[in-house]
């Protein structure tokens, strides 16, 4: 371990050197290398004659004693500070042992500092005082050893993830009690040590105190203000504080204070004239030597108050001042009681004198300025030493710093050989500008940060100031050459892409004035003059693209242009603008720019008057009419637009303005030449029929429409369900019996729905029943019996439709059964010469049109149709509706006359019905003569199926007849 021990050293350089390698420490190895001061003094005193060299050696070695273990103090303190900032929330109990430490450390700090003031000015300490120091330093070395141990695990255990259960709560935060046990030793070691720093008061004071602290007290105090949210304050060992016999040595500001603070607009600008002496009560901030932070170009140490003046952090700005959107514990500042100003003063930003000169230009405007970066024009600070140049973890304590908005330490670290550039991972000037401290930012860009370094996110520090719309920061990056095309990985895009898509005009200015790319695309491939494009985007935004070269026809990846993008949006003034950058009014993106132009009356006035080709949009009119925008068709109308062209090469604006039932656009297109008899889909006149838009009828009659061109118009009235429009469509001259292209007339349209009204409105007007549509009228009537009765009415010759009385049996419908008997239609009237009416209501079991046909009709039960009755009968009902071969039995039917070579006896065997055939012999007997097609008798054939009851019952019917 290397100490530098000169005459004119301060404690500061007797701390050990950082940029040195060090030797670890170990508690037992440091007595073993460090002779015991308490031993020198016993044998010394055994002497009665004390030799003054043999003295100075002792306190020396005391006075090395004590530097090291404050090394190790510090070490500890480090630690202590990395894993606190490794949780969230520390525990009460870590809290506390973490002021004890600090208070150890001053004490130490203290006592060297006395001892080392002793052997400057040649002063012999008694040994007594001495030996006792000894042996508090060696007790606060074993102490020391036993914390360090417990933070060592802690850190371990952070490392390895293995944690968790000691984040269940304050009390459980440390649940192996490694802390509650060096607890204790750690507060005695304190009393201890500040009872022997009393010792020296004498040879102290107040301000003798040097204030060169190390790095490890400075970011565990940081770490315990963070955690507590009080400023962290250190008590001197004066008797005054002695008296007082508190046992905290940590306390909050109070309000008794003598500091005087500086908060927003309240603050002084200047110092009060007068300060009384400074308290025995300090910050930690405060404790830092003032020469520190006062260094000039030249690296010298300029003391007093007017050192400010010529200090290079300050001389390029107004002040180092936190702005008021820096960190929220950076709100309040204390001006230190020994006179001196810190480089945070007044209310006035960071970055002031750097971007006033920007901030005077007309950035609200879209004028255009052109600027370049010279970065090396901008004022820098070049650090004094290397000291901690290659020191492990620099930059890790550099960036704590920053994120705890501790300029002094950040400020220290710089000077002291520290890079800027702290690495992707912990990136020192991105957390700078996330927490929007000016201050920190400058002090980075002063030492010459790299503004276009990406963190592990792939953000540059100029795309973190746009996303939170910094723009002094932003300014203060560009001058310091930071790039504004520079674009982050992934979906991020470029600083000026943000600035756009968030509309932040004067951000937007500023990245065009030194060199932004107005024809970048954005990371959705998009351009910027597209991206920038909004309902509520500020017309001045467009105008600044347009006039930085941003060019108009520029189309993104999916084919869009920004003049698209304007009528898509409905921004007339923005289509203005672009017309007068020179936008092509016909250029597709993708679409034609008059259709969205179509919504939105401004935007389309603007492209006609910009000469629009209206042949391009073939049937805007038609979507102007869909659109229900009157205003627009006005102004198609008005710029010649036909009224009957076509969209799609099928819709009208007539038609759709009778679809959608608009009588005011109807009425404009009517005045205005649109032509009733031009189809779309359908013709004008069948779309009112079919969409129930009957008031528009009169006057496209009016205007010229055809109600015969082409036909089938009162048909599609009656399918549309359109009485009113049949009925006036027949007054006003259309032709009932006209067919419709499929071959239907309107009467069998209304007889297949059965439309009784529509049916009488095309009887009464002329309708020929004698017209066939989808069939006869007459034949489609039979399952409708009232229809069929009107039919029947007008129809001369009803028995001229051959098969309509089994029609009307197949259709289960005995009225008109009945109503066709009644017209003179026979009973016996087969269907495509096969189908008897008989025989069809046999196969469908109707019993009560059977009862009708061979009753009242007078039908011939032996009269064949598909077959003989009987036959049909056995065939289809021997197992139900028995009744309809009793009925036919009981009319006469006979089972013994052949047809087709077969009779109902026969059926009756080949049914195996025993009783059916009992039945049949019993009543109308049994020819055993007649022959089968085969040749075969009744009797072969039972015999041939071993049916010897059949048999039996045939022979004694035979013997019986």
């Given at each position: 371990?290397?100490?530098?021990?000169?005459?004119?050293?301060?404690?500061?350089?007797?701390?050990?050197?950082?940029?040195?390698?060090?030797?670890?420490?170990?508690?037992?190895?440091?007595?073993?290398?460090?002779?015991?001061?308490?031993?020198?003094?016993?044998?010394?005193?055994?002497?009665?004659?004390?030799?003054?060299?043999?003295?100075?050696?002792?306190?020396?070695?005391?006075?090395?004693?004590?530097?090291?273990?404050?090394?190790?103090?510090?070490?500890?303190?480090?630690?202590?500070?990395?894993?606190?900032?490794?949780?969230?929330?520390?525990?009460?109990?870590?809290?506390?042992?973490?002021?004890?430490?600090?208070?150890?450390?001053?004490?130490?700090?203290?006592?060297?500092?006395?001892?080392?003031?002793?052997?400057?000015?040649?002063?012999?300490?008694?040994?007594?005082?001495?030996?006792?120091?000894?042996?508090?330093?060696?007790?606060?070395?074993?102490?020391?050893?036993?914390?360090?141990?417990?933070?060592?695990?802690?850190?371990?255990?952070?490392?390895?993830?293995?944690?968790?259960?000691?984040?269940?709560?304050?009390?459980?935060?440390?649940?192996?009690g490694g802390v509650e046990k060096v607890l204790p030793e750690a507060i005695r070691t304190h009393e201890d040590l500040r009872s022997g720093a009393l010792m020296f008061h004498w040879n102290l004071g107040a301000d003798r105190v040097e204030s060169a602290l190390g790095i490890g007290f400075l970011d565990l105090a940081a770490a315990v203000e963070a955690a507590t949210g009080q400023p962290f304050r250190i008590l001197s060992p004066s008797p005054a504080s002695e008296e007082n016999g508190s046992s905290h040595r940590v306390e909050p500001m109070s309000p008794a204070n003598t500091y005087h603070r500086v908060t927003g607009q309240h603050a002084a600008a200047h110092p009060p004239a007068f300060l009384p002496p400074a308290p025995a009560e300090l910050s930690f901030a405060d404790q830092i030597s003032a020469s520190d932070y006062a260094r000039g170009d030249s690296g010298g140490l300029l003391l007093g108050r007017d050192a400010r003046a010529d200090s290079p952090i300050l001389k390029y700005t107004n002040s180092m001042s936190s702005s008021h959107h820096s960190r929220a514990n950076l709100n309040e500042r204390l001006v230190s009681p020994t006179g001196l100003h810190t480089f945070m003063e007044t209310s006035t930003t960071a970055l002031d004198a750097i971007v006033e000169d920007i901030q005077a230009l007309e950035l609200d405007s879209a004028k255009v300025f052109r600027l370049d970066s010279t970065p090396s024009d901008m004022p820098h600070i070049k650090s004094s030493s290397r000291m901690d140049a290659d020191k492990p973890n620099a930059g890790a304590e550099l960036v704590s710093a920053i994120r705890a908005g501790n300029h002094r330490i950040a400020q220290q670290l710089l000077d002291r050989g520290v890079s800027p550039d702290s690495g992707p991972d912990a990136h020192a000037l991105n957390d700078a500008i996330s927490g929007q401290d000016t201050d920190a930012v400058r002090l980075l860009l002063l030492y010459g940060v790299n503004p276009n370094t990406s963190d592990r996110q792939g953000q540059t520090p100029l795309m973190v100031a746009c996303r939170s719309a910094q723009l002094e920061i932003a300014i203060a990056l560009l001058k310091y050459g930071a790039d504004p095309n520079m674009s982050s990985t992934g979906e991020m895009g470029s600083p000026l892409e943000v600035a756009v898509v968030n509309a932040h005009v004067r951000l937007a200015h500023v990245l065009l004035t030194y060199g932004g790319d107005a024809n970048q695309m954005t990371s959705c491939g998009d351009t910027l003059l597209i991206k920038s494009i909004g309902q509520k985007t500020p017309k001045v935004l467009v105008d600044m693209l347009l006039n930085y070269g941003a060019l108009p026809n520029k189309k993104n990846t999916d084919g869009k242009t920004a003049l698209f993008q304007a009528v898509t949006n409905g921004r007339a003034d923005i289509v203005a603008s672009l017309m007068e950058h020179g936008t092509d009014p016909n250029l597709p993106g993708p679409k034609h720019p008059l259709w969205p132009a179509t919504y939105h009356p401004e935007c389309l006035s603007i492209l006609v008057a910009s000469s629009a080709d209206f042949k391009k949009a073939p049937g805007i009119m038609e979507l102007a009419a869909s659109l229900n925008n009157m205003e627009?068709?006005?102004?198609?109308?008005?710029?010649?637009?036909?009224?009957?062209?076509?969209?799609?090469?099928?819709?009208?604006?007539?038609?759709?303005?009778?679809?959608?039932?608009?009588?005011?656009?109807?009425?404009?297109?009517?005045?205005?030449?649109?032509?009733?008899?031009?189809?779309?889909?359908?013709?004008?006149?069948?779309?009112?029929?079919?969409?129930?838009?009957?008031?528009?009828?009169?006057?496209?009659?009016?205007?010229?429409?055809?109600?015969?061109?082409?036909?089938?118009?009162?048909?599609?009235?009656?399918?549309?369900?359109?009485?009113?429009?049949?009925?006036?469509?027949?007054?006003?001259?259309?032709?009932?019996?006209?067919?419709?292209?499929?071959?239907?007339?309107?009467?069998?349209?209304?007889?297949?729905?059965?439309?009784?009204?529509?049916?009488?409105?095309?009887?009464?007007?002329?309708?020929?029943?004698?017209?066939?549509?989808?069939?006869?009228?007459?034949?489609?009537?039979?399952?409708?019996?009232?229809?069929?009765?009107?039919?029947?009415?007008?129809?001369?010759?009803?028995?001229?439709?051959?098969?309509?009385?089994?029609?009307?049996?197949?259709?289960?419908?005995?009225?008109?059964?009945?109503?066709?008997?009644?017209?003179?239609?026979?009973?016996?009237?087969?269907?495509?010469?096969?189908?008897?009416?008989?025989?069809?209501?046999?196969?469908?079991?109707?019993?009560?049109?059977?009862?009708?046909?061979?009753?009242?009709?007078?039908?011939?039960?032996?009269?064949?149709?598909?077959?003989?009755?009987?036959?049909?009968?056995?065939?289809?009902?021997?197992?139900?509706?028995?009744?309809?071969?009793?009925?036919?039995?009981?009319?006469?039917?006979?089972?013994?006359?052949?047809?087709?070579?077969?009779?109902?006896?026969?059926?009756?065997?080949?049914?195996?019905?025993?009783?059916?055939?009992?039945?049949?012999?019993?009543?109308?007997?049994?020819?055993?003569?007649?022959?089968?097609?085969?040749?075969?008798?009744?009797?072969?054939?039972?015999?041939?199926?071993?049916?010897?009851?059949?048999?039996?019952?045939?022979?004694?019917?035979?013997?019986?007849?």
């Amino acid at each position: 371990m290397t100490y530098l021990l000169t005459p004119d050293s301060t404690y500061g350089q007797h701390v050990p050197r950082r940029d040195i390698p060090q030797q670890p420490y170990s508690g037992a190895s440091t007595l073993r290398h460090l002779p015991s001061p308490a031993a020198s003094v016993k044998g010394a005193s055994s002497h009665n004659h004390i030799n003054i060299s043999s003295v100075d050696r002792i306190q020396a070695q005391c006075l090395s004693l004590c530097s090291t273990i404050t090394a190790t103090c510090d070490d500890v303190a480090e630690k202590m500070a990395k894993y606190a900032s490794s949780v969230s929330a520390p525990s009460p109990e870590f809290i506390t042992l973490a002021r004890e430490i600090l208070g150890v450390y001053h004490m130490l700090a203290c006592v060297c500092t006395c001892l080392l003031d002793a052997m400057r000015g040649g002063q012999v300490l008694p040994l007594d005082i001495i030996d006792v120091m000894s042996k508090k330093f060696q007790n606060a070395q074993t102490c020391l050893q036993s914390i360090e141990h417990v933070v060592s695990k802690l850190l371990e255990g952070r490392r390895k993830g293995t944690m968790s259960r000691m984040r269940r709560g304050f009390g459980k935060m440390f649940g192996d009690g490694g802390v509650e046990k060096v607890l204790p030793e750690a507060i005695r070691t304190h009393e201890d040590l500040r009872s022997g720093a009393l010792m020296f008061h004498w040879n102290l004071g107040a301000d003798r105190v040097e204030s060169a602290l190390g790095i490890g007290f400075l970011d565990l105090a940081a770490a315990v203000e963070a955690a507590t949210g009080q400023p962290f304050r250190i008590l001197s060992p004066s008797p005054a504080s002695e008296e007082n016999g508190s046992s905290h040595r940590v306390e909050p500001m109070s309000p008794a204070n003598t500091y005087h603070r500086v908060t927003g607009q309240h603050a002084a600008a200047h110092p009060p004239a007068f300060l009384p002496p400074a308290p025995a009560e300090l910050s930690f901030a405060d404790q830092i030597s003032a020469s520190d932070y006062a260094r000039g170009d030249s690296g010298g140490l300029l003391l007093g108050r007017d050192a400010r003046a010529d200090s290079p952090i300050l001389k390029y700005t107004n002040s180092m001042s936190s702005s008021h959107h820096s960190r929220a514990n950076l709100n309040e500042r204390l001006v230190s009681p020994t006179g001196l100003h810190t480089f945070m003063e007044t209310s006035t930003t960071a970055l002031d004198a750097i971007v006033e000169d920007i901030q005077a230009l007309e950035l609200d405007s879209a004028k255009v300025f052109r600027l370049d970066s010279t970065p090396s024009d901008m004022p820098h600070i070049k650090s004094s030493s290397r000291m901690d140049a290659d020191k492990p973890n620099a930059g890790a304590e550099l960036v704590s710093a920053i994120r705890a908005g501790n300029h002094r330490i950040a400020q220290q670290l710089l000077d002291r050989g520290v890079s800027p550039d702290s690495g992707p991972d912990a990136h020192a000037l991105n957390d700078a500008i996330s927490g929007q401290d000016t201050d920190a930012v400058r002090l980075l860009l002063l030492y010459g940060v790299n503004p276009n370094t990406s963190d592990r996110q792939g953000q540059t520090p100029l795309m973190v100031a746009c996303r939170s719309a910094q723009l002094e920061i932003a300014i203060a990056l560009l001058k310091y050459g930071a790039d504004p095309n520079m674009s982050s990985t992934g979906e991020m895009g470029s600083p000026l892409e943000v600035a756009v898509v968030n509309a932040h005009v004067r951000l937007a200015h500023v990245l065009l004035t030194y060199g932004g790319d107005a024809n970048q695309m954005t990371s959705c491939g998009d351009t910027l003059l597209i991206k920038s494009i909004g309902q509520k985007t500020p017309k001045v935004l467009v105008d600044m693209l347009l006039n930085y070269g941003a060019l108009p026809n520029k189309k993104n990846t999916d084919g869009k242009t920004a003049l698209f993008q304007a009528v898509t949006n409905g921004r007339a003034d923005i289509v203005a603008s672009l017309m007068e950058h020179g936008t092509d009014p016909n250029l597709p993106g993708p679409k034609h720019p008059l259709w969205p132009a179509t919504y939105h009356p401004e935007c389309l006035s603007i492209l006609v008057a910009s000469s629009a080709d209206f042949k391009k949009a073939p049937g805007i009119m038609e979507l102007a009419a869909s659109l229900n925008n009157m205003e627009s068709i006005r102004i198609l109308l008005k710029a010649g637009v036909d009224p009957n062209l076509k969209k799609d090469g099928v819709y009208t604006p007539l038609c759709t303005a009778i679809r959608d039932n608009r009588a005011e656009i109807f009425q404009l297109l009517i005045r205005s030449g649109a032509d009733p008899n031009v189809p779309a889909s359908e013709y004008p006149a069948f779309k009112c029929v079919t969409h129930h838009r009957n008031h528009f009828l009169p006057p496209l009659l009016a205007a010229g429409a055809k109600l015969d061109t082409p036909k089938g118009i009162v048909e599609t009235a009656v399918v549309s369900k359109n009485p009113k429009a049949v009925r006036w469509l027949l007054e006003n001259g259309a032709d009932p019996n006209d067919k419709c292209p499929d071959g239907h007339t309107a009467l069998t349209a209304a007889i297949c729905d059965n439309d009784m009204e529509c049916v009488d409105v095309l009887l009464l007007h002329g309708a020929n029943p004698n017209i066939r549509g989808q069939d006869w009228p007459a034949c489609m009537a039979v399952r409708h019996p009232e229809i069929l009765k009107r039919i029947l009415a007008v129809l001369q010759q009803p028995r001229a439709f051959k098969g309509i009385m089994e029609m009307a049996v197949a259709a289960n419908q005995l009225e008109s059964v009945k109503a066709l008997r009644a017209a003179g239609v026979s009973v016996e009237d087969r269907n495509v010469g096969v189908f008897s009416p008989l025989t069809t209501a046999i196969r469908e079991h109707r019993t009560d049109i059977v009862a009708f046909l061979i009753g009242e009709g007078g039908a011939d039960v032996n009269a064949p149709g598909e077959h003989l009755p009987i036959v049909k009968a056995l065939r289809r009902c021997q197992t139900e509706h028995g009744e309809i071969i009793d009925m036919l039995l009981d009319k006469g039917a006979d089972p013994n006359k052949m047809y087709r070579g077969w009779n109902g006896i026969m059926q009756a065997l080949e049914n195996g019905d025993a009783r059916m055939l009992k039945k049949l012999t019993d009543r109308a007997g049994v020819n055993l003569e007649v022959r089968d097609e085969l040749g075969r008798t009744v009797v072969e054939i039972a015999t041939s199926r071993k049916w010897d009851e059949a048999v039996d019952i045939l022979m004694s019917s035979k013997a019986h007849s």
